[in-house]
Nanobody, 123 residues
Framework: QVQLVESGGGLVQPGGSLRLSCAASGSIFSINGMAWYRQAPGNQRELVARITSDGSTNYADSVKGRFTISRDNAKNTVYLQMKSLKSEDTAVYYC?????????????????WGQGTQVTVSS
């Protein structure tokens, strides 16, 4: 069984910073892509940033230059450093990972979601 545990959300003033973490645990053989999504009330869930197993990253245009995604493979953890936060960044943030439970190229890839962490940007 695999669990994703997120932390780091909270209330912050505009212009402030937060760092989100998402740790994967369980019988994991390897983790491929890791990503952060967000969903604001009344909106669809959208991709914020993602990072591949070799460290390549891409970002939504709305967060480029302000957010940084990173990962610690030894800890099976993905981070999202958020700076210069704006009110429009307010949302529930979810981590998402693709992982394998067993060795070999034929081993299936599974997709897991975290439980979500609230980020509120407000004065």
């Amino acid at each position: 069984q695999v669990q994703l545990v997120e932390s780091g959300g909270g209330l912050v003033q505009p212009g402030g910073s937060l760092r989100l973490s998402c740790a994967a645990s369980g019988s994991i053989f390897s983790i491929n892509g890791m990503a952060w999504y967000r969903q604001a009330p009344g909106n669809q869930r959208e991709l914020v940033a993602r990072i591949t197993s070799d460290g390549s990253t891409n970002y939504a245009d709305s967060v480029k230059g302000r957010f940084t995604i990173s990962r610690d493979n030894a800890k099976n953890t993905v981070y999202l450093q958020m700076k210069s936060l704006k009110s429009e960044d307010t949302a529930v943030y979810y981590c998402n990972v693709f992982l394998q439970l067993g060795p070999g190229e034929a081993s299936p890839m599974y997709n897991y979601w975290g439980q979500g962490t609230q980020v509120t940007v407000s004065s």
